[in-house]
């Protein structure tokens, strides 16, 4: 693999630091040399902590909220202004400064998402990015991941991601057929996506993942297997498949009110994430969580910290934060994000502190979602007591693993219900 | 008293009773016209809606002829359910004539025909009215036609009007002063009233409404209900103009109401003839029947932490309905709750909703349930009204259950349909009349238990609204009986069991079965229904699991947004019954007991 160094990337006219995080590529030569803890760093992430575990350290969120186009099934908070974009790197800048003081521990992870980060210029996302290593920094061997898309791929853009620091992209694929990314919305069709995969890999991205949707109308198992076999052929190290959801707001949820496209029907759905663990799982990615399978060593650190409990800081728009039963969460739009920075206090209605019934109740949803799965201590009695626990292992629903209770497949599609149930 | 004119309105549902009434009200000044509201008088909220009268309302109109001659109009309203027919024959023996209401767009229907009989019965003057005369649809002369031929009434006696535009009326007026005849007493005789309804006042205690026939009542007077020999001190007479209008006596041949310090109107009792204390009459007029519950059922509240309020809901309830009787129960899947005694699955209904709409109450019902009788081997004899104190069955020698005798009128073109419904349900000795051509009459002996099980809604469903149906009780019977019990994923609900007959047990279980499937949301395992007697299942159903109950993905991290809809979804369910680990809805109470068009 041809690996450009970034030394000779095009970032001018910007205070290009070396890499955030150098993942320590082949080449071993792009480490840039005022990283300080470069010798440090591993190029895979370490053994994820222990599920539950206080002290991993914090993830950082950055939310760009900014689309080209806004696609008929997201419901992300996004703008298709980038008029905002000056604005919305020192709203970042400022929010760290406010949010992040001098002694905070280095992030464990950062994951830039969207919106749309690729369509950010590096000017300005490296703005949005530099306070972090001129602050707490990142661990060692902290996972970097950027959300991209497609469309937005190409050598130059791909050497920066890398230059930036970022570790591990992921990449928006959606669907392997362009008459699906037509109807998704997309920018891009497929030889795009297969392209901006191999760029991204030659470019030094070690570790990529690829997003799919399922669910869709018409889509029948022969059509997703054919789906995910093509993306297979992209050899992606992680891939998540999400079941199409209907967000209110969206085209879709309209369009499915009116009557003009069939509702998701759950049968169906289930049935093909059945065989998207079936396939997957063939291929040898372990599907820890409920929508995301990974080659072995390459579950996405951050996402698994808002399974698992880790504290997470939320920056932009729409950004949540979690950190000691407190969760927070940013005005969605950018304006009135903003407007809020600029305010002496935080809205108190963007706050939540959770009682030990609430934490204790996310703690089985979340848990209950990941191959992990939960402590067995965590069931309430009642359900323990009553039966329900013994049939949910009966039915082929969870397993019991020593202290833990994991779902199966089947079990992690009914894991809000299990959660419920078990929560007494 | 020779200017005082006593009567009633009957009519087939919808064909325009109250409308008459309300103008009747109206012509007599008794309402500004402005304030009138449409049909004044079905002034409950399910009598709207429903286009039924349950509770009677009584009306003394002023009324000057149109010789110049001032007289008094009492208008009885009278109940129109089956459940009701003893009030309706008080009502009835409280007058001198009715207005038989037929709509000139349907003409003579079922019920009119039924009500007919009632009124003959009570001997009383027939005036009939052909409503609707305004409508394009009106078909005057096939009305007349049908007058002479179904009713055998004289069609040029009969007064034609629109109660919605208000033709006819003054013609009615005069017919009914010049036709219907004066009461007869003698106000001198010892007094006898006749008790037709009564209603809860709550300042002053139950007002009874009645007729008097001889002597008369005066506020300081002692009187004394005749059934009971209770005494009361009276406090106040009057007549109903719209409002209480006390008066100084009420006179043979009256219609008004009395108060009497009579905390609830469970003391007074509808056929009851009321005399007084000092110079009682000697006996008691004829027809007095002790309203007896014959439907029992179970009421609980669906959160069991409201079943205080239950309890004040019930007693305050019960201050206003006489028929009312209940007592405490329990069950293991519902909690606290009352086993209550209605006079019909209708009157159930009402209270039901009453409770519901007026006492702010959330009720779950059991499966309705006659009082059957038990002889065990002891030589002793129960009786059952609840399916949770069935006796053990290895010690009952027999059972019994009530019998009636039902009277079904229809046009003929539904004799198969009624008589396959009869049958089915047990009905034995069948007997056909025909007192009319085109029409039909049948009847036949059948298990109370069986007509309170949706018997009336299957019947106007297959006669099309058609059919009428009224009974009256005949004995206790032998009976095979059995208690079918219905088991949701394996476990007993108490609350769902019901005693039957074993012949019909198995497709009382497949409804019930089906029912439930229906009704129970789908989990995240399969769930047996079963219908068992004893250890032994006749009929099963099964709910298939839900496979997908998770949600694609969390959001850049926002868990709270999870969270909440995860404690909705839980609140959710704070609604339905847990039995063992599965959520019964409260609906799935209720449509166990709901009779469906297709089967």
């Given amino acids: 693999m041809d690996i450009p160094s970034v030394k000779n990337s095009r970032l001018t006219g910007f205070a290009v630091r070396p890499n955030l995080a150098d993942p320590g590529t082949k080449g071993g030569d792009v480490r840039g040399p005022s990283w300080p803890w470069a010798s440090l760093i591993h190029e895979m992430p370490g053994p994820s902590p222990h599920p539950e575990s206080p002290e991993k350290s914090p993830g950082l969120y950055i939310h760009a909220p900014f689309c080209v186009t806004k696609c008929p099934y997201c419901a992300f908070a996004s703008t298709v202004d980038r008029e905002g974009m000056a604005s919305w790197v020192l709203g970042i800048r400022r929010e760290a400064r406010q949010r992040i003081d001098g002694s905070a521990p280095p992030f464990g992870s950062l994951y830039l998402g969207g919106g749309t980060p690729s369509a950010v210029p590096l000017a300005p996302l490296t703005d949005a990015l530099s306070w972090i290593e001129d602050g707490p920094g990142l661990v060692p061997g902290a996972e970097c991941t950027i959300e991209v898309n497609p469309g937005d791929v190409d050598p130059a853009s791909s050497n920066a991601w890398r230059a930036l620091g970022f570790n591990r992209v992921s990449v928006g694929v959606q669907a392997m057929d362009d008459a699906t990314l037509a109807f998704l919305g997309r920018r891009h069709d497929v030889v795009t996506a297969r392209a901006a995969v191999q760029t991204l890999r030659q470019a030094g991205f070690l570790n990529l993942g690829i997003d799919l949707i399922y669910g869709l109308p018409g889509q029948d198992a022969r059509a997703w297997e054919r789906a995910l ?94 950190r000691d039963d407190v969760r927070e969460w940013n005005a969605g739009n950018l304006a009135t994000w903003l407007d809020e920075l600029a305010a002496p206090e935080r809205a108190p209605a963007r706050r939540e502190r959770l009682d030990a019934r609430q934490r204790g109740l996310e703690i089985l949803a979340l848990g209950l979602r990941t191959r992990d799965g939960i402590a067995a201590a965590r069931v309430a009695p009642g359900p323990a007591g009553d039966g329900t626990l013994s049939r949910l292992i009966d039915e082929g629903l969870l397993l019991s693993r020593k202290s833990r209770l994991v779902p199966t497949p089947r079990g992690m599609l009914v894991a809000d219900a299990m959660a419920r149930v078990l929560a007494g | 008293m020779q200017r005082v004119r006593n009567f009633s309105i009957i009519a087939h549902i919808d064909h325009g009773k109250s409308t008459l ?54 208008f009885i309203d009278t109940p129109g359910h089956v459940d009701f027919t003893y009030e309706v024959s008080r009502a009835l023996a409280s007058c001198e004539g009715v207005l038989l209401v037929v709509d000139a767009t349907q003409g003579v229907q079922a019920q009119t025909l039924a009500n007919l009989y009632l009124a003959m019965e009570h001997d009383l003057e027939i005036i009939p009215v052909i409503n609707k005369i305004d409508l394009a649809s009106a078909d005057i002369d096939m009305a007349r036609e049908q007058i002479a031929q179904d009713l055998g009434l004289d069609p040029d006696g009969a007064i034609q009007v629109s109660a919605k535009q208000g033709l006819g009326i003054d013609a009615l007026l005069e017919a009914i002063i010049a036709r219907i005849p004066a009461p007869k007493g003698n106000p001198d005789a010892p007094t006898q009233a006749l008790i037709f309804d009564a209603h809860y006042d709550p300042f002053r205690g139950a007002v009874v409404h009645c007729r008097l026939f001889d002597g008369v009542i005066r506020p300081g007077d002692t009187i004394r209900m005749m059934s009971s020999g209770r005494t009361f001190k009276v406090e106040e007479v009057g007549t109903f ?37 000092d110079q009682p009459a000697d006996k008691a007029l004829h027809g007095f029947r002790d309203a007896k519950p014959v439907v029992f059922s179970s009421l609980y509240p669906v959160s069991t932490d409201d079943y205080g309020d239950l309890a004040d809901a019930l007693e305050r309830y019960k201050l206003n309905d006489a028929a009312l009787v209940y007592t405490k129960d329990s069950s293991v899947a519902l909690g606290q709750g009352f086993r209550c005694g209605f006079l019909g699955l209708l009157h159930l209904e009402i209270v039901q909703e009453r409770l519901e709409r007026e006492y702010d109450q959330s009720l779950i019902l059991t499966a309705p349930s006659v009082e059957y009788h038990f002889f065990l081997e002891d030589g002793s004899m129960v009786v059952v009204d609840n399916p949770a104190h069935y006796p053990d069955p290895a010690t009952i020698r027999r059972g019994e259950e009530p019998y009636i005798r039902a009277a079904i009128m229809m046009p003929d073109r539904y004799m198969g349909a009624v008589m396959k419904l009869c049958l089915e349900r047990r009905g034995v ?171």
Wanted: net charge negative; glycine share 8%; proline share 4%.
């Fill in chain 1, 229 to 322: 076999q093509a993306a297979l052929a992209l050899a992606p190290d992680h891939v998540s498949c999400y079941g199409l959801t209907l967000e209110p707001g969206t085209r879709f949820a309209d369009a499915v009110a009116r009557g003009d496209m069939p509702a998701p029907d759950d049968e169906r759905v289930a049935d093909l994430f059945l065989l998207a663990d079936h396939v997957l799982t063939d291929a040898g990615y372990e599907h820890y969580e409920v929508s995301n399978y990974a080659l072995p060593g390459r579950r996405a650190r951050h996402n698994a910290s808002y399974w698992d409990g880790t504290p997470y800081i939320g920056l932009g728009p729409a950004a949540h934060s979690f």
């Fill in chain 2, 21 to 74: 009434a309300d103008r009747l009200i109206q012509h007599a000044g008794l309402v500004a016209d402005r304030q009138f509201r449409d049909q004044m008088l079905d002034n409950l909220d399910i009598e709207r809606e429903r286009g039924i009268t349950i509770k009677s309302q009584t009306v003394n109109m002023p009324y000057r002829s149109a010789a110049g001659d001032e007289y008094i109009l009492n």
């Fill in chain 2, 241 to 277: 103009r719209m409002v209480r209008e006390p008066r100084k006596e009420l006179s043979a041949g009256d219609v008004g109401y009395l108060i009497a310090g009579i905390k609830t109107v469970a003391d007074t009792r509808i056929g009851d003839t009321i005399t007084r204390d």
């Fill in chain 2, 429 to 599: 000795n069948s007997e056909i009349h025909y007192p009319s051509p085109g029409r039909m009459e049948l009847r036949f002996d059948l298990p109370l238990g069986e007509v309170i099980f949706d018997f009336y809604d299957r019947l106007k469903s297959i006669t099309q609204g058609y059919g009428s149906f009224d009974y009256e009780m005949l004995e206790y019977r032998d009976s095979d009986l059995a208690r079918l019990d219905i088991l949701v994923n394996g476990e007993r609900v108490d609350a769902l069991s019901m005693i039957v007959h074993r012949e019909r047990a198995r497709a009382r279980a497949l409804q019930a079965c089906e029912r439930l499937r229906d009704e129970i949301p789908r989990q995240m395992f399969k769930i047996p229904i079963q219908g068992a007697i004893g250890g032994h299942i006749i009929a099963r159903e099964t709910i298939s699991p839900f496979r997908k109950d998770v949600t694609a993905k969390c959001y850049g991290g926002d868990i709270t947004r999870k969270r909440k809809l995860l404690e909705k979804q839980k609140a959710g369910k704070k609604r339905m019954k847990m039995v063992g680990s599965v959520e019964i809805p409260q609906s799935a109470f209720i449509a166990v007991l709901k009779t469906s068009d297709d089967d």
